[in-house]
């Protein structure tokens, strides 16, 4: 079982950052794949980015490769997700959520919804145009 709690969103300009952080309760962290997701109003949810157990696998979306940052520490239960130069667009709730899947090797990932069994609450992140 995992406990996952968002926070860090916010309010921010267009071309800011915020840093969203998931800190989880558990004993199966440090075995997650741990992700973040988004969801716009209307639009279904989508990956953002992802990161291996160890963390040395990261995997971005397209669209945010380049600006965000995903990290984790084992150590504190947390994983942490950088937003640079941020777009409107991407106003959205940001989702933490973890896969306890078995994978064959540190560098797999998956970045569909259905395989993360543990999800937090999310946290509201607004781009002002």
């Known amino acids: 079982q995992v406990q996952l709690v968002e926070s860090g969103g916010g309010l921010v300009q267009a071309g800011g950052s915020l840093r969203l952080s998931c800190a989880a309760s558990?004993?199966?962290?440090?075995?997650?794949?741990m992700g973040w997701f988004r969801q716009a109003p209307g639009k279904e949810r989508e990956f953002v980015s992802a990161v291996s157990r160890t963390g040395g696998s990261t995997h971005y979306a397209d669209s945010v490769r380049g600006r965000f940052t995903i990290s984790r520490d084992n150590a504190k239960n947390t994983v942490y997700l950088q937003m640079n130069s941020l777009k409107p667009e991407e106003t959205a709730v940001y989702y933490c959520a973890a896969d306890v899947s078995w994978y064959p090797s540190d560098s797999y990932y998956n970045s569909n919804t259905k395989t993360y069994a543990y999800w937090g609450q999310g946290t509201q992140v607004t781009v002002a145009s």
């Open positions: 558990g004993r199966t962290f440090s075995s997650a794949v």
